[in-house]
C-alpha cells in the first residue's frame, strides 16, 4: 500500500505570546499508509494537537516538508487546502464541536455548503444509512445544548464521515463518554476503515483505544 | 475584598470593551439627566425670582412684537417717562450693555446694568459690604455716580475706588464711585430665558433716578421700556401707560398682572417640564434598553468564567456584592467626568472673562449643579439596580453544569 | 446565506443598533430644526446639538460592543467551518460584505427618509465610516481561532 502522508518536521515553534514560545515536534517524520489505523499517543504539550493541526492543514506554520496523498501540502493554497479538508479529510473532534446555533443536522451536514454544485455526490439514502447505524435520528432536530454528551460525539463523528473521506484525525473523541458509547464510536471508526479502506489516526490519552489501532506511536517531550 | 479584585483584574477588565460601553452609556444618560435636571432646577429658581418681582397690584410689562413700525425718538421717550414719573410707580432696568474697563492691567469687558430705585427694592440685592445704593444724587458734568459693583471686581475696584467709563447710554464720560459690594455669587435671572441665570460677579449696578433718566440717551431710556413693572396700580392705569407708549411710540407693551403672570409662568414651566421629560424618558428607555442588552451580552461572554467561579464556592449573594461594588465603581468615574465637564465648563467661563458665566460655588460649581449631580446620583443608584438585578437573572438562568464549561 | 455566520436574530440585533445610532444622530441633528416655542426646551436641546458628534460616536460603542461579542460568539463555529473546508480568508470576506450591506440598508434608510422630509442627506456619513471602520477592526478579531 502506498504513503498517503509523508511528513518531516524539523521544528514547530508554539507560541501564545512572543516571550513564551516553545519548541514542538523536533526531527519528527511520520509516514502513514492508506488504511492504516494509527494512533498517537504522549503526555500532554508534547504536541500531539499541534501535529493533528498540521495533518489536518489547519497549520502550516512549521519547518519541515508534509507531502500528502503525493502532493507537496506546502504549496498549496488556503482555498486548495480548504479543499482538501471538505473531501479527504474528516475530523473527529471532541463533542463540543459543534455549532451551537444551528441544529444536529445542519451540523452534520456542515461540509456540503462547501462542495462545487458540479460535484454533488451526496447520496440522501447512504446518508439515511449512516444516520441511522450512528443512532441520532431522534435528535437530528435538536439543538447541541438539548443532547447528551453521547449524542453529541455522535453527531460530530457523523459530520467527520459525510463527505466519506480518506483520512480520518480524531482527536480524544472518546474522552468524555461512558464505555458503551466509546466502544460505539470506536466500531464505527474502524467500521468506515474496513468499508472505504478510511486511514484512521486517532490522538488519545486512553491506551485501550490506542491498542485497537494498528500502530501506535509515542511522542516525548523535545529534550 | 480579595475576590472582588479577583473580578476586577481577571475577568471584568479582560473584558474592557463591555467595560468601556457601559461607562459610555452611563455617561450618556448621566450627562442627558443632569443637564435636563440643570435647566429644570434653574428654571424654577428663574420663575421663582421672576415671580418675586411681581408683588401684589402690580403689573408687568411685556412687548407683543408686531409688524407697526415704531417711531421712537429721544424726545417722544423722554414724554413717556415724563408721564411715568408723574403717575405711576414704577421699577425699570437696562441690562446687557458691555463697557471696557482695566482690570489687573488688562482692558476687560465686564457688563453694567441700569435699575431704578424700585427695582432696586423689589430684587432684593445683598451685599457683603459698604452701603446701599443711594439713588439721591445729581448727575452733572463732575459728579461721582455711586455703584455696587460684583466681588470680583470689588479685588481690583474696591469701596471708595472710582472708575471712569464711557458707555453707548450717554454722551459723555462719566465717573463711578464705589459705594458697595454684590454678595458673592449673586444672579439676575434673565427674563427672556428664566433658566439661565447671570451671575453679577463681574458686574456694575448702575443707580438710574429722574436726573439720569433726563441725561440718558435713547438706548438706555428705549430698553428701559420693555422692562417696566408698574407698582400699586390696577388694571386700568396700567392700560393707559400702555396706550402712552402705544401712542407716543408705535410699541406695543402690555402689562400683566400677578395672576395673570403667576398662570403663564406656570404654564409655561409645566409645558417646558412635560417636553423636557418625554424628551428623557424615551433616551432614559433606549439607553436602558441598550445598556440591559448589553448585560445579556456580558452574561453570555463571561458565562464561563461565572460558571467556575460558582462551582468553586462563589455564592450568588457574594457575587451580586461583588457586581453591585462594580457597578458603583463605574458610576462613580462617570458621574466624576460628568463633574469634571462642568467643572472645566464653569472654570472657561472666568478664562474667557464672561462675566456672566463666572461663579465661586463650592469647588467651582453652582447650588443648582450640585443639586443636578444629586439627582444623577439617585438616577444611577436605580440604573445600576436595575442592570446588576437583570444580570443576576441572567447568571441564574444558567445551569451551573461541567456541561456550561464544556 | 448557508454559510453566513449571520442567523437572523444576529441580523436584527444589529440592525436595531445601527437604527438607534443613526436615529440618534438624526435626532441631535435636526434638533434645531424643531420650534417648539418654549425656549427652555430650545435651550435645554441645543447642548444636545452643540455635543452632537461627541454624543454619537460615544453612543455607537454599542456597534463595537455587537461586533466584539458577536466574533467572540462565532469562534467555535468559524473553527468548525473551516474544519469542514471553509477558509478564514472567506470567512472575513463573507463576514464584511453581509456587514457592510446590513450597514448600507441602514443608512440609505435614513437617507431616503431625510430626501422625504426634504432634510439635509448625507450628513451621517461620518458615522457610516465609522461603522465601516469598527467592521474592519472586528475582522482582525478572527485569526485568534484559526486554529484548534
Given at each position: 500500500m502506498k504513503n498517503i502522508i509523508e511528513i518531516n518536521i524539523n521544528e514547530k515553534v508554539y507560541s501564545k505570546k512572543k516571550e513564551e514560545s516553545l519548541s514542538i515536534l523536533n526531527k519528527f517524520n511520520l509516514e502513514v499508509k492508506e488504511g492504516e489505523k494509527l494512533s498517537i499517543v504522549g503526555e500532554s504539550g508534547v504536541g500531539k494537537t499541534s501535529l493533528l493541526n498540521i495533518l489536518g492543514l489547519i497549520d502550516s506554520d512549521f519547518d519541515g516538508t508534509y507531502r500528502l496523498f503525493g502532493e507537496d501540502t506546502l504549496k498549496l493554497n488556503e482555498k486548495e487546502k480548504a479543499k482538501l479538508r471538505n473531501k479527504k479529510i474528516g475530523f473527529a473532534l471532541q463533542e463540543s464541536a459543534l455549532i451551537d446555533s444551528l441544529s444536529i443536522e445542519e451540523n452534520i451536514k456542515l461540509p456540503l455548503m462547501y462542495i462545487d454544485s458540479k460535484d454533488q455526490s451526496f447520496d440522501q439514502k447512504e446518508y439515511n444509512e449512516m444516520i441511522h447505524t450512528i443512532g441520532i435520528e431522534s435528535i437530528l432536530k435538536k439543538k447541541p445544548n438539548q443532547c447528551s454528551g453521547g449524542q453529541r460525539s455522535r453527531a460530530v463523528f457523523a459530520r467527520s464521515i459525510i463527505m466519506k473521506p480518506n483520512i480520518i484525525l480524531s482527536d480524544e473523541p472518546t474522552s468524555s463518554l461512558d464505555v458503551e458509547n466509546k466502544e460505539k464510536i470506536m466500531n464505527l471508526l474502524f467500521k468506515m476503515n474496513e468499508k472505504y479502506n478510511t486511514t484512521i489516526i486517532t490522538v488519545t490519552h486512553d491506551l485501550e483505544v490506542a491498542n485497537q489501532h494498528d500502530r501506535v506511536i509515542r511522542l516525548e517531550r523535545s529534550k | 475584598?480579595?475576590?472582588?479584585?479577583?473580578?476586577?483584574?481577571?475577568?471584568?477588565?479582560?473584558?474592557?470593551?463591555?467595560?468601556?460601553?457601559?461607562?459610555?452609556?452611563?455617561?450618556?444618560?448621566?450627562?442627558?439627566?443632569?443637564?435636563?435636571?440643570?435647566?429644570?432646577?434653574?428654571?424654577?429658581?428663574?420663575?421663582?425670582?421672576?415671580?418675586?418681582?411681581?408683588?401684589?397690584?402690580?403689573?408687568?410689562?411685556?412687548?407683543?412684537?408686531?409688524?407697526?413700525?415704531?417711531?421712537?425718538?429721544?424726545?417722544?421717550?423722554?414724554?413717556?417717562?415724563?408721564?411715568?414719573?408723574?403717575?405711576?410707580?414704577?421699577?425699570?432696568?437696562?441690562?446687557?450693555?458691555?463697557?471696557?474697563?482695566?482690570?489687573?492691567?488688562?482692558?476687560?469687558?465686564?457688563?453694567?446694568?441700569?435699575?431704578?430705585?424700585?427695582?432696586?427694592?423689589?430684587?432684593?440685592?445683598?451685599?457683603?459690604?459698604?452701603?446701599?445704593?443711594?439713588?439721591?444724587?445729581?448727575?452733572?458734568?463732575?459728579?461721582?455716580?455711586?455703584?455696587?459693583?460684583?466681588?470680583?471686581?470689588?479685588?481690583?475696584?474696591?469701596?471708595?475706588?472710582?472708575?471712569?467709563?464711557?458707555?453707548?447710554?450717554?454722551?459723555?464720560?462719566?465717573?463711578?464711585?464705589?459705594?458697595?459690594?454684590?454678595?458673592?455669587?449673586?444672579?439676575?435671572?434673565?427674563?427672556?430665558?428664566?433658566?439661565?441665570?447671570?451671575?453679577?460677579?463681574?458686574?456694575?449696578?448702575?443707580?438710574?433716578?429722574?436726573?439720569?433718566?433726563?441725561?440718558?440717551?435713547?438706548?438706555?431710556?428705549?430698553?428701559?421700556?420693555?422692562?417696566?413693572?408698574?407698582?400699586?396700580?390696577?388694571?386700568?392705569?396700567?392700560?393707559?401707560?400702555?396706550?402712552?407708549?402705544?401712542?407716543?411710540?408705535?410699541?406695543?407693551?402690555?402689562?400683566?398682572?400677578?395672576?395673570?403672570?403667576?398662570?403663564?409662568?406656570?404654564?409655561?414651566?409645566?409645558?417646558?417640564?412635560?417636553?423636557?421629560?418625554?424628551?428623557?424618558?424615551?433616551?432614559?428607555?433606549?439607553?436602558?434598553?441598550?445598556?440591559?442588552?448589553?448585560?445579556?451580552?456580558?452574561?453570555?461572554?463571561?458565562?464561563?468564567?461565572?460558571?467556575?467561579?460558582?462551582?468553586?464556592?462563589?455564592?450568588?449573594?457574594?457575587?451580586?456584592?461583588?457586581?453591585?461594588?462594580?457597578?458603583?465603581l463605574m458610576f462613580s468615574a462617570d458621574t466624576m467626568i460628568v463633574f469634571l465637564i462642568i467643572f472645566?465648563?464653569?472654570?472657561?467661563?472666568?478664562?474667557?472673562?464672561?462675566?456672566?458665566?463666572?461663579?465661586?460655588?463650592?469647588?467651582?460649581?453652582?447650588?443648582?449643579?450640585?443639586?443636578?449631580?444629586?439627582?444623577?446620583?439617585?438616577?444611577?443608584?436605580?440604573?445600576?439596580?436595575?442592570?446588576?438585578?437583570?444580570?443576576?437573572?441572567?447568571?441564574?438562568?444558567?445551569?451551573?453544569?461541567?456541561?456550561?464549561?464544556? | 446565506m448557508k454559510q453566513s455566520l449571520f442567523r437572523k436574530k444576529d441580523v436584527i440585533e444589529l440592525c436595531i443598533l445601527y437604527i438607534v445610532c443613526f436615529m440618534l444622530e438624526f435626532m441631535l441633528e435636526n434638533i434645531k430644526n424643531i420650534k417648539i416655542n418654549i425656549e427652555i426646551v430650545e435651550y435645554f436641546l441645543s447642548g444636545f446639538a452643540r455635543y452632537k458628534i461627541p454624543i454619537v460616536l460615544l453612543f455607537s460603542i454599542v456597534v463595537v460592543v455587537y461586533h466584539y461579542q458577536f466574533v467572540f460568539r462565532k469562534k467555535k463555529e468559524i473553527y468548525c467551518r473551516i474544519l469542514v473546508g471553509d477558509t478564514l480568508q472567506d470567512i472575513k470576506k463573507r463576514y464584511i460584505l453581509e456587514n457592510v450591506t446590513i450597514l448600507l440598508l441602514n443608512y440609505l434608510l435614513f437617507n431616503v427618509i431625510s430626501i422625504y422630509l426634504d432634510i439635509d442627506v448625507f450628513k451621517n456619513s461620518y458615522l457610516f465610516f465609522c461603522f465601516l471602520m469598527y467592521i474592519l477592526v472586528s475582522t482582525s478579531g478572527m485569526k485568534n481561532y484559526e486554529s484548534i
Open positions: - | 475584598m480579595r475576590a472582588f479584585k479577583f473580578f476586577v483584574n481577571k475577568i471584568f477588565l479582560r473584558k474592557i470593551v463591555l467595560c468601556i460601553s457601559v461607562i459610555f452609556l452611563m455617561l450618556f444618560v448621566n450627562y442627558t439627566v443632569f443637564s435636563s435636571s440643570r435647566t429644570l432646577i434653574s428654571s424654577y429658581q428663574g420663575s421663582k425670582q421672576m415671580q418675586s418681582m411681581n408683588p401684589e397690584n402690580s403689573y408687568v410689562g411685556m412687548e407683543n412684537v408686531s409688524d407697526d413700525e415704531q417711531d421712537i425718538s429721544e424726545e417722544k421717550v423722554q414724554e413717556v417717562y415724563k408721564y411715568l414719573e408723574k403717575n405711576c410707580q414704577y421699577s425699570m432696568y437696562h441690562e446687557g450693555e458691555m463697557i471696557h474697563i482695566p482690570i489687573n492691567n488688562e482692558i476687560t469687558e465686564i457688563p453694567i446694568t441700569y435699575i431704578n430705585e424700585e427695582y432696586y427694592k423689589l430684587s432684593n440685592i445683598e451685599l457683603s459690604k459698604g452701603k446701599k445704593l443711594n439713588f439721591d444724587f445729581k448727575f452733572s458734568k463732575n459728579a461721582e455716580i455711586p455703584v455696587l459693583v460684583g466681588n470680583e471686581l470689588a479685588k481690583d475696584y474696591p469701596i471708595g475706588s472710582k472708575i471712569k467709563i464711557k458707555t453707548g447710554s450717554f454722551d459723555k464720560k462719566i465717573v463711578l464711585k464705589v459705594s458697595g459690594v454684590l454678595k458673592k455669587d449673586f444672579c439676575y435671572t434673565n427674563n427672556r430665558l428664566f433658566c439661565s441665570q447671570e451671575y453679577q460677579n463681574f458686574s456694575i449696578i448702575f443707580p438710574v433716578n429722574r436726573s439720569v433718566i433726563k441725561n440718558a440717551n435713547l438706548d438706555l431710556l428705549e430698553n428701559g421700556l420693555y422692562n417696566l413693572i408698574i407698582l400699586n396700580t390696577n388694571k386700568e392705569s396700567a392700560n393707559k401707560v400702555s396706550k402712552v407708549i402705544k401712542d407716543k411710540l408705535n410699541i406695543n407693551i402690555e402689562f400683566m398682572s400677578r395672576e395673570q403672570n403667576k398662570a403663564f409662568f406656570d404654564d409655561y414651566l409645566y409645558s417646558a417640564i412635560r417636553f423636557i421629560g418625554i424628551i428623557v424618558g424615551i433616551i432614559l428607555l433606549i439607553t436602558m434598553s441598550i445598556s440591559i442588552w448589553n448585560v445579556i451580552v456580558s452574561v453570555r461572554l463571561m458565562k464561563k468564567d461565572f460558571t467556575i467561579s460558582l462551582l468553586t464556592g462563589l455564592s450568588y449573594s457574594k457575587l451580586r456584592k461583588i457586581l453591585y461594588s462594580f457597578y458603583t472645566f465648563d464653569r472654570k472657561r467661563a472666568w478664562h474667557e472673562k464672561n462675566s456672566y458665566g463666572c461663579i465661586y460655588g463650592v469647588l467651582g460649581l453652582a447650588d443648582k449643579d450640585w443639586m443636578a449631580l444629586l439627582i444623577v446620583i439617585v438616577v444611577d443608584v436605580i440604573v445600576g439596580t436595575i442592570l446588576v438585578e437583570s444580570m443576576m437573572y441572567k447568571i441564574k438562568k444558567i445551569p451551573i453544569s461541567l456541561g456550561v464549561l464544556q | -
